[in-house]
């Protein structure tokens, strides 16, 4: 969890270096920041449980850690979001920021595309407005990276930050 966490804040800071919009990219360093905070406790209380041994306190502590750490995860991918919209700037000719920003390319593209066809296909009300009942999600960089089986994002079975391994070579 750890290092999925830190995987996140990589993710994060190559977005809002490439961010146009200011506001956007000072909102997703914030919550990278807060990331690498919770990402750094759960590492600290994971291996304090591990000499610690079985207790219910620290149990309890690493849970809410880990729990700490998904709603961090997930203002990143909200920030990310923002920030795609917005617009980013063209990539240097590092690989793993050109990863990254097809890998936001791809999840606008899916957004445009079930905008227009809400647009063409939604239901409206006899004011105009849509009607919520039937509308589909749309779609979300956290339901993206989800929907990515397995074997295409070589997820390594103990990841572990190596040397020439990507940001986006790792789930999220």
Excluded: Y
């Excluded at 977005?15 to 909102?27: G, N």
Aim: with cysteine; aromatic share 2%; charged share 25%.
């Amino acid at each position: 969890m750890v290092s999925d966490g830190q995987v996140v804040v990589k993710f994060g800071n190559i977005l809002a270096k490439h961010c146009l919009d200011q506001r956007c990219s000072m909102e997703l360093l914030r919550a990278t920041e807060h990331t690498q905070s919770i990402s750094s406790q759960l590492g600290i209380v994971a291996r304090v449980k591990a000499v610690t041994g079985e207790s219910r306190a620290s149990s309890e502590l690493l849970l809410s850690n880990v729990q700490n750490l998904l709603q961090a995860v997930q203002h990143v991918l909200r920030a990310a979001e923002a920030a795609c919209v917005k617009g980013l700037g063209q990539p240097p000719a590092d690989p793993e920021e050109e990863e990254v920003a097809a890998f936001c390319q791809q999840w606008r593209k899916s957004l445009t595309q079930h905008r227009a066809k809400e647009a063409l296909n939604s239901a409206r009300d006899e004011l105009g407005l849509r009607k919520t009942g039937g509308a589909k999600a749309e779609p979300t960089l956290m339901s993206l990276v989800q929907e990515q089986p397995p074997q295409s994002r070589n997820i390594p079975k103990h990841p572990s930050p190596r040397k020439g391994h990507t940001v986006m070579d790792r789930h999220l």
